[in-house]
């Protein structure tokens, strides 16, 4: 597919300032997440990181040469002010690991080596990545540049807490890579959602039967979390009310995470007021224990059957409160999945609902990808045949930005 706003960061240029701390060992790491996303990635090293990590290596997995010197050798014909120009291509600057040192340089426009001439000439955002001995971290002086720089709009990472490399414990741990490179995306993707409010739920509910066992389907969450982590992306707040799963959400999104059926419409109920948009991607118990059993039911027992009971349905509980919010469900069918998506759409008072094939293989539950079809009132507004879970969630949001 093509057209979603920031769904490609391919070409997009960052530049990844490394300056000398221990943390500087994970610079590569960073470099090669970037990379991954089809970002071209610039370092820049102040003379102090070089105590830490090589040129050579960043040079390696970069694929570019690494920028050192404010006054480099120019070979004849290709002259340009290189810090100038390296400020000026740049979509992001990323200081990773950022020293107490530089932040105070950054601080106080202090420009005396390529990398602080660098963020004192861009007019990219910038996202600065402290790490560093937990007192240096707590002191004044660090604590007021930081809220200089935080002010003027750039953005901080707040550093992990646990052992540091000096042998203290707190904050000041550089935050893995894969965060690093998460925090990196979010600013990097086009704001198309911002000041939108999305409550998305998602994942299975587990229905108690006794403290042993438990009713529950097979959704692992994927679906939803690909909604997540793109609403975000594209500046969305999120808040995700999440079945148990065995994910972790995007960093930046709100999660309650909730167990059965009768949570989650409390969790729905008690959140839906702040929300423009409801996503209803979590496969909800239709049927739940009569009763639960507050002992282990014993082999002894000779059970022969379980009584049930129908759930709550929370999307037509809920439908009173509507408003003009935006609601958006899901169907998974295994057959006439387009007479079925219909009826659930009207029968639930849906603005739009994603109908997806389950019970075969690359559709459904668990799989990566997914295939059906997106319908609302007006009918069908898209097929979709095994499209990756993360892509059809920047379409089905597509779908929910041309409708608010
Ligand atoms: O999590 P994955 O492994 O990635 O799998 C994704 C998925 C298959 C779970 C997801 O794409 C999906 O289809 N979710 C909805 C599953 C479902 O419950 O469908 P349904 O046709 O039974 O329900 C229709 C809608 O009503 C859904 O939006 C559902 O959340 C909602 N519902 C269902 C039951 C109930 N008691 N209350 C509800 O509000």
New binding site residues.
Partial sequence: MGGTPGEDLAGKQVILGVTGGIAAYKAPLVVRGLKSLGIDVRVVMTDASRYFVTPTTLQTLSGRPVHTELFPETPPGAFEVEHIALADRADLLLIAPATADFIAKMAHGIADDLLSCIALATKAPVLVCPSMNVNMYLHPATRENLDILQKRGVFILEPASGELACGWEGAGRLPEPERIVAESKKILYQKDLAGISLLV?C?PTCEDIDPVRFITN???????AALVEAAGLRGARVKVISGPVNREYAPWADVIMVRS?GQMLDAVRDNLSGADVLV???????YVPETYRGAKIKKGDKLTSLGLKS?????STIRPFKDDKFFV????ETDNLSDSARK?LMN?GLDMIVA?R?GESGT???SDT?SGLILSEAGVLDHFEQVE?EVLAHRILDFIRERL
């Fill in positions: 739920t994942g097979r959704s692992t969450g994927k679906m939803g059926a209803m991607a979590a496969a909800v118990a239709d759930s709550p349905d929370i999307l469900g899901f169907a998974a659930k639930k997806n389950v459904g539950f668990g997914n879970k």
